[in-house]
């Protein structure tokens, strides 16, 4: 081989002194008699234009492809490649063909990759490799890899099918580049079922080398650690590469200049797909065009990302979810007009939803047209606290706050009041500790509903706007905490406290007034229309209540039963379902708080600190205990029963047999406006003992 090659040399150097003829040309005039045919060496082996590494590439072969050559010189072996149909000479460095060539290195490219016995497909299988699998193995022949494999404590020889496995790149190069994904996932094998070890914002610069076609390898540090890791080629882009994402963020701008400061050019709501290029890691570039005229903009990195969950209410009776992105397709459900559906924006024509139908989930497609996309701005006035709220006014605002903040408001009928009214439970907040407030348990109470619901309100507002309440983040709060209202546990009573005997059937007029003492003035209301009261129903020392009447009565019985009342159970359920922390029963009057209810030790002390701590943003005043407790209220019970921490807030200056003034809630509300927030604050903390 040497000595040959020494004369091919010899030979082609003469050619060229005597008559300067190119390479290429100069093989042809002399072909070389003496073929070879041997392995490409490397992954991948590059066949030249003329013998030279800057020279034009125009062939690629993969490690352990056959190659046929020639003997050029002392560097290059020489090649015909046809290009274009014709035929010319190409040149191979020496050193990456052969008849043996080096080792390489490979991955699994089959979820099961397998070592054979015989280089066959047929033949007994030694060993099987989930994909991504790095490998070692060698150039078999023209369709096999020769590999070795421990079966049984034994070193075999196995063969791997050529197709199987992709060889990964002899000579990586470094690259750098962005993560172009949402998000880019970093492989801890190069399998895209491989397990994810990091993942990057889009636009994240990357540093990487290159691996295989697919490829990219990566250094990233998980927890401390330094791991090579792997991400897909089609993840990574460069400055030019299009990416694209959805507005995150209400209102997401494209500025003038890459600073908050610039103008603004135009905004996006939440959920528009917006395109876009890296300009660094917190400002991406933008093409928009205002008055028709095209300006690059730029956009915060983090105002876009993936498809957010929208919440919209249907525009359409009925409003249609088709299996795919065309009203021609099949309707796989149909809503009526003015709910609140649930889905994820695909494009700016088309939503995506999950539906269920007969038992099974499906994906389908809601036209964007068909619905209408809820942006919360913390902008309502829905609750008006300044007068008599009834029971009816409550139901309308309940819908209406549910329908402006869909995504951070819901509710729920827990039950139905002995005369047939629906009690409803408001869930506000998205986290998994629960807070329970409820209020009017008393008839004559009911500011308290007006303080429940003005509550729920605010709360949302300061959310969305991400105002302080008293110091509190609500923002924060209500992600870690929901507080769920009964903002009218008793609604027959206070219906039939504020509108009097009209509000009930003729029928039950007679006992109604024999309930109230003869009087048709029902001010003083307390109990349910049953003449039952309810915070006297509850399972806590019920059977040693004092001063109960032996019958139905405006205030103070105590039912024939504990827990026999209809709102009772309604609110026993939600507690049993919602398993809140702590609770917060509102009363009037007095402004004082009950907190205790023969609870001793490590539980007195630390009621009596959350209670302290209710003194000092209310401004009430603490009730200690004395003698034996009356027994029977939710407080009772919940501090009992739940051995958890319940409060008896008695809001307003002291009022004797009535309602407080609609003029005192100006005070109430000062008085009161953080003890949700405390209470779900402290509920988050204490969910998570
Ligand atoms: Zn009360």
Same mark, same amino acid.
């Given at each position: 081989m040497r000595k040959f090659k020494a004369v091919q040399f010899l030979a082609v150097s003469l050619l060229l002194i005597q008559l300067f003829i190119p390479y290429a040309q100069a093989a042809e005039v002399q072909p070389d008699p003496e073929m070879f045919e041997g392995f490409a060496g490397k992954q991948p082996v590059y066949v030249y234009a003329s013998p030279a590494k800057n020279a034009k590439i125009i062939k690629t072969y993969a490690y352990g492809d056959k190659i046929a050559y020639r003997n050029f010189s002392a560097d290059w072996h020489a090649t015909d490649v046809t290009v274009n149909g014709k035929v010319q000479t190409g040149y191979i460095a020496a050193g990456d063909v052969g008849q043996t060539v080096p080792g390489a290195r490979g991955i699994a490219l089959n979820e099961k990759t397998n070592i054979y016995s015989q280089p066959s497909v047929n033949a007994k299988i030694l060993k099987t490799y989930p994909a991504g699998t790095i490998m070692n193995y060698q150039a078999h022949d023209a369709e096999w890899f020769r590999t070795t494999v421990d079966a049984g404590g034994k070193r075999l020889t196995g063969y791997i099918y050529r197709p199987d496995v992709e060889t990964i790149v002899t000579h990586p190069s470094a690259g750098s580049g962005f993560a172009a994904k949402i998000p880019t996932n970093v492989y801890a094998s190069p399998s895209a079922k491989a397990k994810v070890i990091k993942t990057y914002k889009q636009g994240s610069p990357l540093q990487y080398h290159t691996f295989t076609s697919r490829w990219h390898e990566v250094t990233v540090v998980v927890s401390g650690k330094k791991m090579t890791g792997y991400v897909s080629k089609g993840d990574v882009g460069d400055r030019n590469t299009q990416l694209s994402g959805y507005a995150v963020n209400n209102e997401a701008a494209v500025y *003038?200049?890459? *600073?908050?400061?610039s103008q603004k050019l135009k905004t996006y709501k939440k959920g528009t797909l917006l395109k876009y290029k890296v300009y660094n890691a917190s400002w991406f570039q933008a093409v928009v065009y205002v008055n028709g005229k095209a300006k690059t903009g730029y956009i915060q990195s983090s105002d876009v990302g993936a498809a957010p969950t929208l919440k919209g209410l249907s525009l359409k009776n009925p409003t249609r979810v088709y299996s795919k992105m065309s009203r021609s397709s099949k309707v796989l459900k149909a809503y009526a007009k003015g709910l609140v559906l649930t889905y994820k924006p695909v494009n700016n024509e088309w939503h995506q939803a999950t539906v269920t139908v007969n038992g099974k989930k499906y994906t389908g497609y809601i036209a964007a047209g068909d619905v209408k996309t809820i942006i919360p701005t913390g902008d309502t006035k829905i609750v008006n606290p300044y007068q008599v709220y009834s029971y009816n006014e409550m139901v309308r605002d309940i819908e209406k706050l549910y329908l402006a903040y869909p995504e951070l408001i819901s509710y729920k009928v827990i039950g139905k009041s002995e005369y047939g009214r629906p009690i409803y439970a408001v869930a506000l907040g998205k986290g998994k500790a629960a807070a329970l407030i409820h209020g009017s348990h008393h008839a004559r109470e009911w500011l308290t509903t007006n303080l429940n619901m003005y509550m729920i309100e605010q709360y949302a507002k300061a959310y969305y706007k991400k105002q302080k309440i008293g110091g509190f983040n609500v923002y924060d709060i209500l992600n870690a905490a929901t507080i769920w209202f009964i903002p009218m546990v008793n609604p027959d009573g206070v219906t039939l406290q504020q509108e009097g005997l009209k509000a009930f059937p003729k029928s039950l007029h007679k006992n109604l007034i024999k309930m109230n003492k003869g009087s048709k003035n029902f001010k003083r209301w307390k109990a349910n229309a049953k003449g039952v009261d309810l915070n006297r129903q509850y399972n806590a020392g019920w059977k040693t209540i004092k001063g109960s009447p032996s019958g139905p009565m405006y205030k103070n019985f105590k039912g024939y039963k504990p827990e026999s009342a209809a709102e009772v159970k309604a609110v026993l359920k939600l507690v049993r379902e919602v398993d809140p922390e702590m609770a917060v029963a509102y009363h009037s009057s007095g402004k004082i708080i009950y907190w205790n209810y023969l609870q001793t030790g490590a539980r007195y002390k630390r009621d009596h600190e959350y209670a302290k701590k209710l003194r000092s943003l209310t401004g009430y005043r603490l009730v200690y205990p004395k003698g034996v407790p009356s027994g029977g209220g939710f407080t009772d019970w919940f501090i009992q029963a739940k051995k958890r921490p319940g409060f008896t807030i008695e809001i307003c200056k002291y009022v004797y047999e009535t309602n407080p003034p609609v003029s005192e809630f100006k005070h109430v509300w000062k008085e009161n406006q953080a003890v949700g927030l405390y209470v779900a604050r402290e509920s988050a903390k204490l969910a998570k003992k």
């Open positions: *003038s200049q890459p *600073s908050v400061k």
